[in-house]
């Protein structure tokens, strides 16, 4: 299981000169693809099963840190720079090789340097589902503009808590939405307007969601294709520096949950909101 732990930043994981089949994304079984990378940010997760079928050695694990610049996107870099980045590694060791040796294996040349998720053609979901209109304004039921507004949450008087009492009177500071009603789709148009330079990992609570679209630039809705048939579904999805990404859920699952961006100090930024349904 890869896990994207990095508070910052996207990664290339490779276990040099082996290939590995990729069954999972993030908690939803795909179509199995094999290769021999898999780009991740923080909070995504995969689930691999390589084949040891190389001559008994010693391998690099590595995590490729990724400084390149999105192709569409002239201005953004998606990380900033790490000091140890040519030293995030492990040993992938064969039985009956030696047990204190370092590899010395190359990564493929052939792995580039690159920014923003997994090819969404590779994540084909296991269990096709197509995603069904939304019912509200010209099927965007909600823009969410990610701006400088911090989210102000009081622990001790619980959103949850709220809505139990029947006490809606929640505070603007809280950057509650609430979707309604139930059991229909809701798609959510996210459009970063920040001036922060950077790539977002967003990461819904109590969903996996249908990445309809993502690009750069303003979300324009004449200009963009709503892709709903069987789209890759996760919890953690990119969204790129100055640029959009269209979600669509279920509302069928009660309850208040968080929106937010992975990279922490973004978050006091402005990029969290809660979702009641
Ligand atoms: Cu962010």
Request: proline letters at 4%; glycine letters at 10%; a positive charge.
């Given at each position: 299981?890869?896990?994207?732990?990095?508070?910052?930043?996207?990664?290339?994981?490779?276990?040099?000169?082996?290939?590995?089949k990729v069954v999972v994304a993030d908690f939803v079984p795909i179509v199995p693809y094999v290769t021999d990378n898999i780009i991740i940010v923080s909070g995504q997760r995969y689930y691999i099963v390589v084949e040891a079928n190389q001559p008994v050695g010693n391998y690099w694990i590595q995590a490729i840190y990724q400084t390149g610049k999105f192709t569409l996107n002239q201005f953004a870099a998606c990380n900033q720079n790490d000091d140890n980045k040519s030293n995030i590694l492990g040993?992938?060791?064969?039985?009956?090789?030696?047990?204190?040796?370092?590899?010395?294996?190359?990564?493929?040349?052939?792995?580039?340097?690159?920014?923003?998720d997994e090819n969404p053609s590779n994540l084909v979901p296991w269990?096709?589902?197509?995603?069904?209109?939304?019912?509200?304004l010209d099927n965007i039921a909600l823009q969410w503009c990610v701006f400088p507004f911090q989210i102000i949450l009081n622990w001790s008087d619980p959103t949850t808590r709220s809505i139990y009492n029947e006490d809606l009177s929640l505070p603007s500071k809280s950057n509650v939405y609430t979707v309604k009603p139930a059991n229909k789709w809701a798609y959510w148009v996210i459009q970063d307007l920040t001036l922060v330079n950077a790539f977002h990992p967003l990461h819904l609570h109590g969903h996996d969601v249908y990445i309809l679209a993502q690009g750069k630039g303003p979300f324009v809705p004449l200009l963009v294709n709503l892709n709903t048939v069987n789209r890759h579904q996760r919890d953690t999805v990119t969204l790129y520096d100055g640029g959009y990404t269209v979600i669509a859920m279920l509302t069928?699952?009660?309850?208040?949950?968080?929106?937010?961006?992975?990279?922490?100090?973004?978050v006091s930024q402005g990029l969290a909101i809660q979702f009641v349904e």
């Open positions: 299981r890869i896990i994207g732990a990095q508070v910052d930043g996207y990664f290339k994981f490779t276990i040099d000169d082996h290939r590995f040993v992938f060791r064969y039985n009956g090789s030696d047990q204190t040796a370092l590899p010395t294996t190359k990564v493929s040349p052939k792995i580039t340097n690159s920014c923003g269990v096709a589902i197509n995603v069904g209109g939304a019912t509200v069928d699952h009660p309850g208040s949950w968080l929106m937010h961006c992975y990279i922490a100090w973004h």
